[in-house]
T-cell receptor, first 112, second 114 residues
């Protein structure tokens, strides 16, 4: 799987939007961009994924650059519960059964 | 909402002992995984399992490890002779069915080898 680069940490205030960046300059045309997060003392949790177009779900939005070399996970209104490590992961296939390769991710802190 | 469950939540064992970690994946999923996370480090892939056989494994998954789906609901990870460095959080995950490639993780088993 291609490599991703994320900031080590970010801070936000409660109820403000958060933009978590991810660079993936070596992404191939068929790589999917997946985001997972890991709340403290819990297992990883799926957030969102996309290929080329921006995506929205109940948890977040994913904005993908036109050249696909970067993407941004957007939390529209951060809550204290959103404090977690966020992982941007590229997957060569969207098929089930392939391993997720986690990096160090971005540790998001949310203050009240 | 269906979820992956794992037992036990914590396990303490002596070095050299065998341990079995248990997982109940989401019922209509077909792909099963084990990951581990040593304290303060990244989540690491161990093995994936499909159609009653290992489909992919990492370098970490050596001969000391084995996986099994003994019945229609459980998925187990066995460590035959535990070492101090096996101390970690072990996460089970499953995917497939209507969830496609999205992996759903359990809450983990914290293994401490003394």
């Amino acid at each position: 799987d291609a490599k991703t680069t994320q900031p080590n940490s970010m801070e936000s205030n409660e109820e403000e939007p958060v933009h978590l960046p991810c660079n993936h300059s070596t992404i191939s045309g068929t790589d999917y961009i997946h985001w997972y997060r890991q709340l403290p003392s819990q297992g990883p949790e799926y957030v969102i994924h996309g290929l080329t177009s921006n995506v929205n779900n109940r948890m977040a939005s994913l904005a993908i650059a036109e050249d696909r070399k970067s993407s941004t996970l957007i939390l529209h209104r951060a809550t204290l519960r959103d404090a977690a490590v966020y992982y941007c992961i590229l997957r060569a296939t969207n098929q089930a059964g392939t391993a997720l390769i986690f990096g160090k991710g971005t540790t998001l802190s949310v203050s009240s | 909402e269906p979820e992956v469950t794992q037992t036990p939540s914590h396990q303490v064992t002596q070095m050299g002992q065998e341990v079995i970690l248990r997982c109940v994946p989401i019922s209509n999923h077909l792909y099963f995984y084990w990951y581990r996370q040593i304290l303060g480090q990244k989540v690491e892939f161990l093995v994936s399992f499909y159609n009653n056989e290992i489909s992919e494994k990492s370098e970490i998954f050596d001969d000391q490890f084995s996986v099994e789906r003994p019945d229609g609901s459980n998925f187990t990870l066995k460590i035959r002779s535990t070492k101090l460095e096996d101390s970690a959080m072990y996460f089970c995950a499953s995917s497939g069915g209507t969830s496609g490639s999205t992996q759903y993780f359990g809450p983990g088993t914290r293994l401490l080898v003394l």
